[in-house]
Structure formats: C-alpha cells, structure tokens
C-alpha cells in the first residue's frame, strides 16, 4: 500500500464521491467499471475512508477521467476560499482565451457516458445470448 498525500484535511474517499456525483456516475457503474469484486456497497465503503490505496485511487481517476491528484488534492476548503475570494474582490477579469472550455468538458464527458452506457448494453446483449445458447444446448 503506497500513499502519498500531504495534507491531513483532504478525505480522498469524500473525493471520489463529489467527483463520482458532479460526472453523473453511479456507484454501481463504477464498480461495473472497476471490474467482478467491485459492488455498489463496496463503493459505497470506499467512499467512506479518508485514505485510499495509490493502485484503487489511480484505476478510479482514470474510469473518471480525472487525473489522480484533483482526487489526491482537492480541499474543498481551499476551493471554497478561492470561490469566495475571487467573488468578494468583484474579479470581473475573463481570459479571452480560456485553455478549460466547462462546456465543452461537460459535451465530451455526457458523449463518453453515451458510449459506456451503449458499451453496457452490448455486453448485456451478449450475455443474453450466451444464455440462450447454453439454454439451448440442454
């Protein structure tokens, strides 16, 4: 179990959590996603530790599509500072240029959730007629 987190605040399970919700995710679609021992409960466990192995926190950021330090670094305290900051100094400051377009974030991540959920479908399709198959053979 390697871990590496400096600041004692931040619950990495909290985390996963908030990131899970604000993507639209389900517990049972990733644990569909971490593979055959995962479950919605075990997710749900997972959610509730405020350290999680280095090896788990990476295959969740991934299936997120997050990268494993906003998972490892977010402090929602910071972030609400941050928030507050910049509305009570009346930053009306906008870059012309923005490298994160949020709406094109949220067009590629509903279209990635389309193709797993269509992917889901498949699977489930094949596994039906592998049944029928094997009903039929008896």
């Given at each position: 179990?390697t871990h590496?987190?400096s600041?004692?605040?931040?619950?990495?399970?909290?985390n996963v959590k908030?990131?899970?919700?604000?993507?639209?995710i389900?517990?049972d679609?990733?644990?569909?996603e971490?593979?055959?021992?995962w479950?919605?409960?075990r997710?749900?466990?997972?959610?509730?530790?405020?350290?999680?192995d280095?090896d788990?926190?990476?295959?969740?950021?991934?299936?997120?599509?997050?990268?494993?330090?906003?998972?490892?670094?977010?402090?929602?305290?910071?972030?609400?500072n941050?928030i507050?900051?910049?509305?009570?100094?009346?930053?009306?400051?906008?870059n012309n240029?923005?490298?994160f377009?949020?709406?094109d974030?949220?067009?590629?991540?509903?279209e990635?959730k389309i193709?797993?959920y269509?992917?889901?479908?498949?699977?489930?399709?094949?596994?039906?007629?592998?049944l029928?198959?094997?009903i039929?053979n008896?």
């Amino acid at each position: 179990m390697t871990h590496t987190t400096s600041n004692p605040k931040i619950h990495e399970g909290r985390n996963v959590k908030r990131f899970r919700e604000m993507l639209g995710i389900k517990q049972d679609m990733l644990a569909f996603e971490l593979g055959s021992d995962w479950n919605q409960q075990r997710i749900s466990t997972l959610e509730q530790r405020e350290k999680i192995d280095s090896d788990i926190l990476e295959q969740v950021a991934a299936i997120l599509k997050i990268p494993v330090e906003a998972i490892r670094n977010f402090d929602e305290e910071k972030a609400v500072n941050v928030i507050s900051s910049t509305f009570n100094d009346n930053a009306a400051v906008f870059n012309n240029n923005p490298t994160f377009h949020p709406i094109d974030k949220l067009m590629q991540l509903h279209e990635e959730k389309i193709a797993l959920y269509e992917r889901m479908l498949k699977e489930k399709d094949e596994m039906m007629e592998r049944l029928e198959k094997l009903i039929g053979n008896r």
